[in-house]
């Protein structure tokens, strides 16, 4: 019904950058109502690194604030996340999540994209 595919992880160096985009499709998409990005550590929880809420506005853990930006094209259904000054600890697998209403729902669900690894290292 609804996919988000991924794109854009990679490796690395430290201080370099990596730009993420992630692409939601699906017939019955009626709005999309919050997008962003998480990431998972190898050993650690899920947590949240940049995200549009349903208002419009971001959201940013504090351990990426002045160098990740997100971005979205509303036209495109699709999210991006720039990541500057990119440190060892930012290693993860980075998964998109978007809130859609699907047509003859009532309510938004949650979707996951299948996830990019991103590996910061010298």
């Known amino acids: 019904q609804v996919q988000l595919v991924e794109s854009g992880g990679g490796l690395v160096q430290p201080g370099g950058s990596l730009r993420l985009s992630c692409a939601a499709s699906?017939?019955?998409?009626?709005?999309?109502?919050?997008m962003g990005w998480y990431r998972q550590a190898p050993g650690k929880q899920r947590e949240l690194v940049a995200t549009f809420t349903s208002g419009g506005s971001t959201n940013y853990a504090d351990s990426v604030k002045g160098r990740f930006t997100v971005s979205r094209d509303n036209a495109k259904n699709t999210v991006y996340l720039q990541m500057n000054s990119l440190k060892p600890e930012d290693t993860a697998v980075y998964y998109c999540?978007?809130?859609?209403?699907?047509?003859?729902?009532?309510?938004?669900?949650?979707?996951w994209g299948q996830g990019t690894q991103v590996t910061v290292s010298s």
């Open positions: 999540n978007a809130k859609i209403l699907l047509s003859g729902r009532w309510v938004s669900s949650d979707y």
């Open positions: 699906g017939s019955r998409i009626v709005s999309i109502n919050a």
